[in-house]
């Protein structure tokens, strides 16, 4: 009996995997007078189901939204969205002029190299929490 419950343990605990991956998280540098910046990311989905990403927390800004971009009358625009939608089999990709998580009233600047923790809440795989580098927004080529 004691063998059954065990094994019964171990199937839940496995369908309980999160089917979520998180690739490539970083950050944007902003100016020591900017009090927003926004995080960027791959979000994978190796799963059969669907999930959401319903919500963001993050220990370096007062709020966290997650934002799409669009165009209106020819102007970028940012618009916080309630969730986004990470289908079975599919990446989402988090990436400046689209969707992003935008950290609103930031405690304190953001300079490259620093790591900032972003929780990402999903409907059914739960909070996953990953360490973003800052990063310049310039880029440096190298040859
Ligand atoms: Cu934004």
């Not at 993050?58 to 309630?82: L, Q």
Request: proline share 6%; no cysteine; net charge positive.
């Amino acid at each position: 009996m004691r063998v059954l419950a065990l094994l019964i343990f171990i199937v839940s605990v496995g369908f309980a995997k999160p089917h979520i991956l998180v690739e490539d998280p970083w950050v944007r540098e902003v100016p020591p007078v900017s009090t927003m910046s926004a995080g960027f990311m791959k979000i994978i989905n190796t799963g059969k189901e669907d999930d959401y990403l319903i919500g963001v927390e993050s220990p370096v800004s007062e709020v966290a939204e997650i934002h799409t971009t669009i165009m209106e009358d020819g102007m970028m625009k940012m618009r916080k969205i309630e969730q986004v939608k990470i289908p079975a089999g599919q990446t989402v990709e988090f990436k400046p002029m689209g969707k992003h998580i935008m950290l609103i009233n930031l405690k304190k600047p953001l300079k490259a190299g620093d790591k900032v923790k972003i929780t990402l809440i999903f409907k059914k795989s739960g909070k996953i929490t990953v360490t973003a580098p800052v990063r310049s927004m310039k880029m440096h080529m190298h040859h």
